[in-house]
């Protein structure tokens, strides 16, 4: 899931994010705001996250009210984030041109 991070606290535990999605124009659409765990044992997690304006997150699922917990993160630079964006536009292009033939 690709989130844009807003901030890290109760001493680690919990991060903001805002999930994000991109429309086939290339905008950057703010779906919801998510509160996640972060691993206990892994810092590797909050390294990337305090370093990072934007992430790809892995999470495990849980039904408890804030109990998803991030399993692995990876940094979005915003020149990824703008290659992300350009794809996305081509893809849609395309399934438009394949429309009107």
Request: net charge negative.
């Amino acid at each position: 899931m690709l989130v844009k991070v807003n901030g890290i606290h109760n001493n680690n535990k919990m991060v903001n994010v805002t999930r994000l999605d991109i429309d086939d124009y290339g905008s950057v659409i703010p779906l919801e705001e998510l509160e996640l765990q972060l691993p206990i044992n892994d810092n590797s997690v909050i390294e990337i996250l305090k370093n990072s304006q934007y992430a790809v997150l892995t999470i495990e699922e849980s039904l408890e009210e804030n109990g998803n917990i991030i399993t692995s993160a990876k940094t979005m630079t915003l020149d990824e984030l703008n290659r992300e964006k350009q794809k996305t536009i081509e893809v849609a292009s395309d399934k438009n041109e394949d429309h009107l033939d």
